[in-house]
């Protein structure tokens, strides 16, 4: 069976490597990684991954654009939110809902963590 593609969407190139590394860990393959929400939906249309870790810093919070566009291109991508730890996400996680994403996390964000949080957003 071939391993699962995954694009990283984050604007920290210490969170690309660490995700990139636990999700390797995982079994996973990290086929492409981001630093922008424009460079995350171009990334997307060429690799066509199973599953989207978008952090919510470079998501465009105002419309979700990089959302949209993927959601425009594959209405059942699995996008999973990454939040920081500190933020009030109620408001946050209904718009993002709203624009395609499957599921959200929390920074930090552990290997047990992502593990679930990808198994729930492919079930949708």
């Known amino acids: 069976m071939e391993a699962l593609k995954v694009l990283i969407g984050d604007g ?3 969170m690309r ?3 990139t590394s636990a999700l ?3 079994g996973l393959k990290v086929v492409a990684t981001a630093k922008d ?6 990334k997307y249309s060429e690799f ?3 599953i989207v870790l978008l952090d919510l810093a470079i ?5 979700f654009a ?6 425009h291109d594959n209405p059942s991508a699995a996008i999973i939110l990454m939040i ?5 996400m109620a408001d946050v996680i209904v718009d993002a809902v709203r624009a395609g994403a499957k599921g959200y996390m929390r920074k930090p964000i552990s290997p047990s963590e992502l593990k679930a949080r990808i198994g729930s957003a492919l079930r949708r």
């Open 59 to 63: 998501a465009d919070v105002n419309d």
């Open 17 to 19: 490597i660490m995700l």
């Open 48 to 50: 066509k991954p199973n």
């Open 66 to 71: 990089a959302m949209r566009a993927i959601g």
């Open 12 to 14: 920290s190139s210490f």
């Open 37 to 42: 929400g424009q460079e995350v939906a171009e």
């Open 84 to 88: 920081p730890e500190k933020m009030d």
């Open 24 to 26: 390797d860990s995982l």
